[in-house]
């Protein structure tokens, strides 16, 4: 069963522009996490925003979660080409009673053209 | 820095042949995970594992097995490998023995596996 789902499935902008992505989940979590994937390439972790936070910062990204909503955005400010990638949003979810494991969104795939 | 290598980049195989993709994490990470990913499905979980020996059903374990007798290296094996398993086959580990805990997985670079 898929927990995250992301929205839009395909975003494409202007360098310079910024670019939102939306996740929306189904159950209970600890944390929210998002990772980022270059074509053809594994994933890297980007940002971690646990369930009792609101917003969180790092660098041009911003995250928030909104817990009553079940859904997190992930804000990439004034963007530039080698953001391209795709973005996925995963969570662990708390009725899972088993350590460390994830439920990965379908992903974003983010063109930012030059 | 912290490392997860895949054996191969790029791997191509006949239908019915058993295949073996090995990952090597260097972290010390108790836990290991295989993914395969494909086009509008995402990342899908195959097996994990959370010590050494120990292996848990992900989300579609159906024709895959596992073995993880050394705690930094997890083998994903097709017993005998079909054209619906051509796939990107990824994987990660994390620390921690809780799912309370800090749990970002770090990724290997990913095997695109053909099957004829």
């Known amino acids: 069963s898929q927990q995250g789902e992301e929205d839009p499935q395909a975003l494409s902008i202007q360098e310079g522009e910024n670019a939102t992505m939306n996740c929306s989940y189904k159950t209970s979590i600890n944390n929210l996490q998002w990772y980022r994937q270059n074509s053809g390439r594994g994933l890297v972790h980007l940002i971690l925003i646990r369930s009792n936070e609101r917003e969180k910062h790092s660098g041009r990204l911003r995250v928030t979660l909104d817990t009553s909503k079940k859904s997190s955005s992930l804000l990439i400010t004034a963007s530039r080409a080698a953001d391209t990638a795709s973005y996925f949003c995963a969570t662990d979810a708390i009725f899972y009673n088993q350590g460390g494991k994830l439920i990965f969104g379908q992903g974003t795939e983010l063109s930012v053209k030059p | 820095d912290v490392k997860v ?28 995970f295989w993914y395969r990913q494909d086009p509008g499905l995402g990342l899908r979980l195959i097996y994990f594992s959370y010590d050494v020996k120990m292996k848990e059903k992900g989300d579609i374990p159906e024709g895959y097995s596992v073995s993880r007798e050394k ?38 670079p990913g095997t695109r596996l053909t099957v004829l």
């Open chain 2, 71 to 108: 705690k930094e290296r997890f083998s994903l094996i097709l017993e005998s490998a079909s054209t619906n398993q051509t796939s990107m086959y990824l994987c990660a580990s994390s620390a921690g023995t809780s799912f309370l805990l800090y749990n970002e997985q770090f990724f290997g």
């Open chain 2, 5 to 32: 290598t895949q054996s191969s980049r790029y791997l191509v195989k006949r239908t019915g042949e058993k295949v073996f993709l090995e990952c090597v994490q260097d972290m010390d990470h108790e836990n290991m």
